[in-house]
């Protein structure tokens, strides 16, 4: 009798007992060589997801189709691990990225959950995969990873302050532009004047960290930065020049930013 009971009558823990196994949802082939890797490797993880709500997730049609987009772009990266190096992702890393494919649209923040997952997907590259990478994506804007992206190109990030100077008191000073890097210059981003809220939060992460007064003895780094804001520069002189409480010319301070151990770490585990 209870076999042919409606499943609107079943209770939720039922349904989730006899829901399908997450990888038939949404290939119909699951056994195929390309898939085999993703099989191997999150084996567990989608033992702990089909006792979750993961399954149900699936079932909605937009959903499946973006889980299955970026579990395609995750197989094509297992297919450059070799298979004696494939492992068990740990599910305190799988199941929360797991978790967060079924819902995030964007690619490039869905890149970085993917790339983890790789990363924890290999004995060559599963020290590399930290559960703390998770939470740091979570807090990241689609141009903060373009950002990361970036940042993991080079290894340290010059920046320039500008400045006007009292006439009348040695340490009295008013801030006319902060930590300058020409970021919103190099990097394509959604919302360029965010730029400082980018590079605060970034700060706040532990990716990088300003050096204060400490600045690069090279100095084309920085006459860089001042050919990319001459205008921005320019118009500073020129309203200082009609006051008459500061200088009549800016001062331009020099500092960078160091890319931390936990930055270095993260844009390993999670740069393209």
Same mark, same amino acid.
């Given at each position: ?151 993991? $190109?080079? #290894?340290? !990030?010059? %920046?320039?302050?500008?400045? &006007?100077?009292? +006439? ?7 801030? =006319?532009?902060? $930590?300058? #890097?020409? !970021?919103? %210059?190099?990097?394509?981003? &959604?919302?360029? +004047? ?7 939060? =970034? ?70």
């Amino acid at each position: 009798m209870e076999d042919n009971l409606p499943t609107d009558n079943l209770p939720t823990y039922q349904l989730l007992k006899d829901s399908p196994k997450v990888l038939p949802m949404i290939y119909t082939d699951s056994a195929q060589p390309a898939m085999r890797k993703v099989g191997q490797a999150l084996a567990t993880v989608f033992e702990f997801s089909n006792t979750i709500l993961l399954p149900l997730k699936l079932i909605n049609d937009k959903a499946r189709l973006n889980f299955q987009k970026h579990m395609d772009n995750y197989q094509k990266k297992l297919d450059s691990v070799e298979s004696e190096k494939i492992i068990d992702v740990p599910p305190i890393i799988g199941t929360p990225i797991i978790d967060r494919l079924t819902y995030i649209t964007d690619d490039e923040i869905a890149g970085l959950f993917i790339n983890l997952l790789t990363k924890a997907s290999s004995s060559d590259t599963i020290n590399e995969a930290h559960p703390a990478f998770i939470h740091i994506i979570d807090r990241m804007s689609i141009d903060e990873a373009r950002l990361i992206d970036h940042l993991s $190109n080079i #290894t340290f !990030l010059p %920046f320039i302050n500008v400045i &006007l100077n009292s +006439k009348e008191k040695v340490n009295e000073y008013e801030k =006319l532009a902060w $930590n300058l #890097t020409g !970021l919103e %210059f190099d990097v394509e981003l &959604l919302c360029p +004047k965010n730029i400082d809220t980018y590079l605060d939060n =970034l700060s706040s992460l532990k990716i990088i960290e300003s050096q204060g007064s400490i600045f690069k003895t090279n100095e084309s780094f920085y006459k860089n930065l001042e050919g990319k804001y001459s205008k921005v520069i320019g118009d500073y002189n020129h309203a200082a020049s009609l006051s008459t409480d500061y200088n009549d010319t800016c001062e331009i301070q020099k500092g960078f930013y160091e890319i931390t151990e936990l930055g270095r770490s993260f844009i390993r585990a999670c740069k393209k």
